[in-house]
Nanobody
């Protein structure tokens, strides 16, 4: 059974930091990443990292968030610094695997962890 379990969310004040973790079990993933969904908004990509360590970030978090992964532990992390109220959202862990020669991917999701940035 494939599972992605997030941890590390919570309530922080603007300017503070949080570190999210996502432990994967059941399989390895070609790509792992973080998405977020704020109230009343669609889910959006935050950051993604390949098994080789290549990363991509959404513009709103560039320079503040850092994604990393430990392939031995099958875990992906999101270090979030200089948090802003607009970062408030449920953060979801995502794992992707290529399923055919055309490059189609299967997506797996965690249940999410809530991050609230408020004074």
């Amino acid at each position: 059974q494939v599972q992605l379990v997030e941890s590390g969310g919570g309530l922080v004040q603007p300017g503070e930091s949080l570190r999210l973790s996502c432990l994967a079990s059941g399989r390895r993933f070609d790509k792992m990443g973080w998405y977020r969904q704020a109230p009343g908004k669609e889910r959006e990509l935050v950051a993604i990292i390949t098994s080789g360590g290549n990363t991509n970030y959404a513009d709103p978090v560039k320079g503040r968030f850092t994604i990393s992964r430990d392939n031995d532990k099958n875990t992906v992390y999101l270090q979030m610094n200089s948090l802003k109220p607009e970062d408030t959202a449920v953060y979801y862990c995502n794992g992707r695997v290529v399923i055919n020669v055309e490059g189609a991917e299967a997506n797996y999701w965690g249940k999410g962890t809530l991050v609230t940035v408020s004074s």
